[in-house]
């Protein structure tokens, strides 16, 4: 099994920034791709960014420029460096992984972390 447990949110005026990690712990044998999703209140919840176990990374057209994500596989810890925050980018964040629990066993097992909030004040 894997917890994924993310810490770094809060409240932040427009304009400035802030840095959310999300760190993987448990029984696995790898995880290729970590994501970042966020859920705003009322709204579905929405692909943020993503950076597999390479460093190769893709990000939501709301969110390209302004927000960084970067990973630390010794750590199994994956960021998000959020700059230039908006009002609109007020949500709940999640962390995201899918990860294979043995060398033996091909699938993937999705998990989520519990998520953590970030209020950007206009």
């Known amino acids: 099994q894997v917890q994924l447990v993310e810490s770094g949110g809060g409240l932040v005026q427009a304009g400035g920034s802030l840095r959310l990690s999300c760190v993987a712990s448990g029984s696995f044998f790898n995880i290729n791709m970590m994501n970042w999703y966020r859920q705003a209140p009322g709204k579905q919840r929405e692909r943020v960014a993503d950076?597999?176990?390479?460093?190769?990374?893709g990000y939501a057209d709301s969110v390209r420029g302004r927000f960084t994500v970067s990973r630390d596989n010794a750590k199994n810890t994956i960021y998000l460096q959020m700059n230039s925050l908006k009002a609109e980018d007020t949500a709940v964040y999640y962390c995201?992984?899918?990860?294979?629990?043995?060398?033996?066993?091909?699938?993937?097992?999705?998990?989520w972390g519990q998520g953590t909030q970030v209020t950007v004040s206009s």
């Open positions: 995201y992984a899918k990860a294979r629990l043995s060398e033996a066993n091909f699938r993937e097992y999705q998990y």
């Open positions: 950076v597999d176990s390479r460093g190769v990374t």
